[in-house]
């Protein structure tokens, strides 16, 4: 037994377990495949980056400003501004005191300096001629009129208005100082909004800010449209602005227009087809 011991002795040492490397290795292939992954992140989000800034700058100008015309509200874009902002727009409804025109044009370049980037400049009615007014600020990248007013230099929304009367001119009701004008029910049942459902037509009769006549009379100094790239929607059955006045408009001022089958307010009556119009200018005006 004692000779089969110190036998066994130097066997048992010769074939002692010696350490391999696999592990450091297996730590070494670890150690690549996980910067490969890092580095293929790396690319992936910096061309996703790239992407974006691509896919923004293709979408042209993404802030617009909403405004309204005489008797309104900024609600008169109620139906129009959840579409545009479903469609990734910020938008703003600005509200004019319809006192005077230079009281409006002030209120709507207040709403300029709160931008903090190029932006659509849109109008309404009356509205028309209050960004015609204001929209040689630099940060506006195009003018879109919807059923509105644009007078030449020299010209007030006033003249445009006898030069081409309409039938709502006798439904024009001034209040005891003569000084503001409000719509009788008529002029809004009939004129202004004929093809929008009686309860629509009630609540436009019931909240229809009174406006100063003297709005109407002041003639613009510089017509932005002279200078900005122009969109234009044609409301051809308008009872309040004669739709060939809308026409002559359009063309004078170079615009890209449209023709829809709608009363004066089509921004009520066709939201669908005046929210897709007013996209197309700003993704165009970004380009321009």
């Not at 059955?237 to 001022?253: C, F, G, M, N």
């Not at 921004?267 to 929210?275: D, I, M, W, Y």
């Amino acid at each position: 037994m004692n000779t089969g011991e110190a036998v066994m002795a130097p066997t048992n040492r010769r074939f002692k377990p010696i350490p391999t490397r696999k592990p450091r290795l297996s730590r070494y292939i670890n150690y690549c495949a996980l910067a490969c992954a890092i580095l293929a992140m790396a690319l992936y989000f910096s061309s996703g980056s790239r992407a974006a800034a691509q896919s923004n700058e293709s979408h042209g100008v993404r802030n617009v400003i909403l405004v309204h015309g005489a008797w309104a509200d900024g609600s008169s874009w109620s139906k129009v501004i959840p579409l545009l902002e479903a469609k990734g727009f910020k938008v703003t409804a600005v509200q004019l005191p319809l006192t005077s025109l230079a009281d409006d044009v002030a209120t709507l370049k207040r709403a300029f300096a709160l931008e903090d980037g190029p932006f659509l400049l849109v109008g309404h009615s009356y509205g028309g001629s209050v960004i015609t007014e204001a929209g040689n600020d630099p940060k506006v990248a195009g003018l879109v009129y919807v059923a509105a007013f644009a007078p030449d230099a020299g010209v007030s929304t006033l003249d445009q208005i006898k030069a081409n009367p309409t039938p709502l001119g006798m439904e024009l009701r001034p209040d005891p100082s003569g000084n503001f004008i409000k719509l009788s029910g008529k002029g809004v049942f009939e004129d202004l909004a004929p093809d929008l459902p009686e309860a629509e037509r009630k609540v436009l009769f019931a909240a229809q800010g009174p406006t100063a006549g003297a709005a109407f009379g002041t003639p613009i100094s510089a017509p932005a449209w002279r200078n900005k790239p122009t969109w234009f929607v044609i409301a051809s059955e308008d009872r309040v602005i004669s739709p060939k006045l809308e026409e002559a408009e359009a063309q004078e001022i170079k615009a890209k227009s449209i023709t829809i089958s709608s009363s004066h307010v089509v921004l009520l009556s066709h939201p669908v087809q005046v929210a897709g119009f007013i996209e197309g200018a700003a993704h165009e005006s970004g380009t321009n």
